[in-house]
């Protein structure tokens, strides 16, 4: 899914960052309810439970029903597109539904890939992009790796703010949703054996201008952990960071971001590379390590549905949303 570029660091900066959230932390809870705070918005977030996190692992689970192994070629990687296709049917019908075929030269040989893309059309001028991969690792073909937390909780996720702006669409900037293919690598992990998805998918938009309307890419990759800790992605975009720790305020789930930091080879890479604004929101430390699991769960058998959580892909939808409404108001 993710190559860690370096170890995952504590810097002496982050000793004064968390002083001050603290202090914001501290400032919200002494204000009464209704209270304003500098922004003249109304304390706390009025986004908790718009997308309920028991349905994303609901979802999550009948996506490993439908499509457990989902390595491109495979069978089940056409089960887990039709399933995809089939939560958009609304949005197709409206022509806010594009199919993004391409084929991608693979040490495996030529595949064939596709992205979707989703647009809940907004009033403002732009487009914030909610980002993930779907399908499963090609290398771990062999056994019994089924991805829940890497890949179908985060395209379940998608699938369910999806429902969200269904029937509430956007009153900002338009939100587009982006399940991308061919993340991980067929071989081994690589500059030119990763990504495909979205290195193909970012230089379109470039050559057809579409990367200017992009307020924002926000990636969801690894949120599902029933011990939910988001990284401190250090090449992220920093006001975006920054908007996310703020996010963690606002929502109440200071405890599940930012208590390590480092740098992550994933799928935020090619649209940071054009200067788009972008964060990766991600969980890298996933289950115990133990000698016989140096990684945890990550790319084993043990990513199953059992090793995540309602409450945590709670946490992780409402600070997405809290993003959204972050974004517009800048």
């Known amino acids: 899914m993710i190559r860690v570029l370096g170890s995952l660091l504590r810097s002496e900066g982050r000793v004064a960052r968390r002083a001050g959230l603290l202090l914001a932390i501290a400032f919200c809870a002494a204000l009464p309810a209704g209270a304003k705070n500098q922004g003249g918005q109304a304390a706390g977030s009025p986004v908790a439970g718009q997308v309920s996190g028991q349905a994303i692992y609901t979802l999550t689970q009948q996506f490993l029903t439908v499509a457990p192994k989902r390595f491109n070629g495979s069978p089940g990687h056409l089960a887990a597109e039709q399933f995809i296709k089939d939560q958009f049917k609304p949005e197709a019908a409206k022509g806010n539904f594009e199919t993004d075929a391409f084929t ?11 992205n979707y893309i989703v647009r809940y059309p907004g009033k403002k001028d732009g487009a914030i992009v909610l980002l993930t991969h779907y399908e499963t690792n090609y290398p771990l073909k062999d056994i019994n790796f089924v991805g829940a937390n890497d890949g179908a909780c985060t395209s379940a ?4 703010i999806g429902k969200y702006f269904r029937a509430h669409p956007p009153q900002g900037y338009s939100v587009w949703l982006v399940f991308d ?3 991980e690598a067929v071989k081994e992990w690589s500059d030119t054996d990763s990504l495909y998805g979205t290195k193909h998918l970012a230089a379109k938009w470039q ?3 579409t990367i200017e309307k992009v307020k924002a890419v926000l990636l969801a990759d690894m949120i599902g952990d029933k011990d939910l800790n988001i990284l401190e992605e250090t090449q992220s975009t920093p006001w975006l960071t920054d908007l996310l720790r ?15 930091e480092g740098a992550e080879e994933d799928d935020h890479l090619p649209f940071l590379k054009r200067g788009v604004p972008t964060i990766d929101i991600i969980d890298v430390d996933y289950g115990p390590k133990t000698q016989a699991l140096p990684d945890g769960y990550h790319h084993t058998a043990q990513d199953t549905i059992n090793n995540i959580s309602a409450k945590s892909l709670q946490v992780s939808a409402d600070l997405f949303m809290e ?3 972050l974004i517009n108001q800048k």
């Not at 996720?157 to 369910?160: P, S």
């Open 246 to 260: 703020q996010a963690a305020v606002n929502t109440h789930h200071t405890a599940n971001v930012f208590k390590t």
């Open 104 to 114: 991608a030269s693979t040490p495996a040989g030529p595949q064939s890939m596709r």
């Open 207 to 209: 050559r057809d201008g």
């Open 157 to 160: 996720l998608l699938i369910e």
């Open 323 to 325: 993003m959204i409404r």
């Open 181 to 183: 293919d061919g993340e």
